[in-house]
């Protein structure tokens, strides 16, 4: 291997010598405690340790990498007490995810490293939104993210190093490519032959390097580093290396062949640099064993400190509040001052305010910036806040919504436009998957707003008119909010904007230029969770949000008669069953009205709830309202057919005659 026709100093090579070896030897034992039964699993990055090692040696302590599942050199370089880590392997409190995540599927602030989730492809433009907010800021600064050579497939990795080169982002795509995706090898996963290759579709810089020379990983990625923080542009290198245990160690390696493995043995990062290192006088044999026996003793120390915690006891209560980021939100009231405004207004108002109050907020999304979206939400907001506030992205909802969470993670806060609702299908991985789940794995925020225009009414067809809330009513972590009037829409979206959760932002598109109301001037919010009364009656509770809450309206305009209480919820977690509940409790009866197709929504949760707590409040059947059970068709006189407003009044009447 050669190492000559690199320039480093003596110290650095026995730095990065001493670099490589600890984690090597963090793995020997990590493999012996497997075998004991006392960790779970155990991925290997032995033979690849000169990757991990040099790229983090050439970044600053101050700048974020995202590494994957065989990167232990990142964290150990990074000198994360070793303790914490075998404590995070064993699921125990001193490690990075209170028992509830494994292996690296963790972040830390405090050294500057954001982990993998399973999915792989979401963390590439988490790197992306973390390199943004430091380019917005005028930080010359580099962030570092690893994948394998088997996720370079995902759309996930396209769609990150688009934008990176879109945006000009200082990112390093660092592909490990080591020969294999669990048993798969690369000539049955791409037909390019060099995974660098693909970085031209992109207009984008890339190098081949080989991964198991440390001198050349480091020298070339220093090098690199120091140019990017200079001239901030996205570069994506291939490092040629190889995997020499089983994709994790169950798997075993049987599928590869044995001359393969004994040709890449014969490159082995650490045993080759060790041979050079005493060749050229800088360590012998004793030296070695000295270096070996210190680390020795630290892991043997450390991983004692691990065992003799103890072990984590369920506490109900703390699972439970740690989904959400909790704080604090400052209330401020509504103005006296009004204007009458439509609810596509009080939108845009809310956002402008936001985006005044707070000069780390970015909108991004598909044709927000000169065009104003399609819904001319964010129309003259470029010339307010400027172009780099206000991103147009490419058509790639996944790293947009992955973005947004890097910008979180870096300090800012961001709103994404999907430019429909059913657009989110796109971009769900994210959402479901890295947003919602976040705070309770590691106990970071989510400062993202997904803005969701939506439903029907409007003859768009049935890509473009779900109301789709309860694909992330059921996850937890999200929050799920649905205004109906314009003053709820304006002061729901500054606090879920005020928020550290991600929300998930629900506006009905037929109500957009619809509906008018006298709307405060100033910036104002509402509280999440509370319901509003909009009718009171003692003889049935109707329960609706969105537009079916007008569809109520008109109903109980045209029968007078009928005295009922009406709650439109505004939020649908938090749920208010709070005041759900005491309604039913004086009226006997309760109606659930949902646009939304029946089976699996938000109706069906209240019903089930209600039955839970205040049957023995009820004179009658819980009825449930909702669309048919088929996708929204185009056509007026099948949409129209298909929306609950068609069959609501007869249920409702129904109902009150049981």
């Known amino acids: 291997m050669d190492y000559e026709k690199f320039k480093v100093t003596d110290d650095v090579k026995l730095k990065l010598h001493k670099a490589m070896l600890k984690p090597r030897m963090v793995e020997e034992k990590m493999l012996i405690l497997l075998r004991q039964g006392k960790i779970s699993k155990w991925f290997s990055g032995i033979g690849q340790e000169a990757i991990s090692v040099g790229v983090t040696s050439a970044l600053h302590a101050s700048e974020y990498i995202l590494p994957m599942h065989r990167n232990l050199g990142v964290f150990t370089t990074r ?12 699921g125990k409190a001193s490690g990075f995810t209170n028992g509830r995540d494994r292996s690296f599927h963790f972040g830390t602030q405090e050294y500057k490293i954001v982990g993998m989730i399973s999915h792989l492809g979401p963390q590439l433009g988490v790197a992306d939104g973390i390199a943004l907010a430091h380019k917005l800021r005028g930080e010359n600064k580099v962030t570092a993210v690893f994948t394998g050579e088997g996720a370079t497939s995902e759309g996930d990795f396209h769609e990150a190093l688009n934008v ?73 290198l291939e490092f040629k290396t190889f995997r020499m245990r089983g994709h994790e160690e169950a798997s075993g390696t049987k599928y590869v062949p044995k001359e393969l493995m004994e040709e890449w043995a014969q490159k082995d990062p650490l045993d080759n640099f060790a041979d050079y290192l005493k060749e050229h006088k800088l360590l012998n ?109 490419p058509i790639c909802e996944s790293a947009i919504v992955a973005a947004a969470m890097g ?45 969701m225009p939506c439903g029907g009414g409007v003859a768009a067809g049935p890509f473009h008119s779900q109301t ?26 500054a606090t879920a904007i005020e928020d550290p959760n991600p929300v998930l932002f629900f506006e009905h598109k037929g109500l957009y230029r619809s509906v008018y109301q006298e709307v405060p001037t100033n910036h104002f919010t509402i509280p999440f969770g509370e319901a509003s009364l909009l ?48 309604s039913v409790k004086k009226t006997g009866k309760l109606i659930i009205l949902q646009e939304d197709s029946l089976f699996g929504g938000i109706a069906s949760d209240i019903s089930s709830l209600v039955m839970e707590n205040c049957f023995e409040y009820l004179d009658g059947p819980i009825k449930r309202v909702a669309s048919m059970e088929t996708p929204i068709p185009f056509n007026a006189e099948l949409e129209r057919n298909y929306l609950a407003k068609s069959k609501f009044e007869a249920a409702l009447l129904a109902l009150l005659a049981y």
Not at 79 to 90: A, G, M
């Open 164 to 236: 990176a080169a879109v945006w000009d982002l200082p990112v390093l795509f660092c592909i490990e490519n080591n020969g294999y995706g669990l048993s798969t090898p690369t000539e049955e996963q791409y037909r390019c032959e060099h995974l660098a290759d693909k970085g031209a579709g992109y207009g984008m810089e890339s190098h081949i390097i080989d991964g198991n020379n440390i001198l050349e990983v480091y020298t070339k990625v220093n090098a690199l580093c120091t140019d990017i923080r200079a001239n901030p542009r996205p570069v994506l």
């Open 79 to 90: 000198e994360i007490p070793l303790y914490r880590l075998f404590s995070q392997w064993q």
């Open 407 to 451: 910008l979180s993670i870096n300090g800012m806060k961001a709103v994404m436009e999907m430019q429909f609702a059913d657009f989110a299908s796109s971009g769900f991985n994210p959402i479901v998957n890295y947003l919602a789940k976040t705070h309770y794995r590691w106990g970071e925020k989510a400062d993202v707003v997904i803005r």
């Open 285 to 393: 044999d004793a030296s070695e064993k000295e270096i070996r026996a210190t680390i020795s003793d630290e892991i043997d120390a450390h991983l004692q400190q691990a065992y003799e915690e103890e072990a984590i006891i369920f506490n109900e209560s703390k699972e439970l509040s740690d989904v959400y980021f909790n704080i604090d939100l400052e209330d401020v009231t509504p103005d006296i001052h009004t204007k009458n405004i439509r609810l596509v207004d009080a939108i845009s108002d809310g956002l402008r305010g936001a985006m005044e109050k707070h000069d780390n907020l970015v909108i991004m999304g598909q044709d927000v910036a000169e065009y104003g979206g399609v819904f001319k939400i964010t129309d003259g907001f470029v010339a307010a806040f400027g172009k780099e506030r206000v991103r147009n992205t």
């Open 468 to 493: 789709n809330e309860a694909w992330f009513t059921k996850t937890p972590g999200l929050k799920v909010v649905y205004p109906a009037f314009p003053v709820d829409a304006k002061g729901l979206l």
């Open 535 to 582: 009718r009171e009656g003692d003889a049935i509770t109707i329960v609706s949000y969105g537009a079916g809450v007008h569809w109520a309206l008109e109903t109980l305009d045209k029968n007078k008669d009928i005295k009922a209480d009406l709650l439109d919820l505004r939020t649908l977690v938090p749920l208010d069953m709070e005041r759900i509940c005491s």
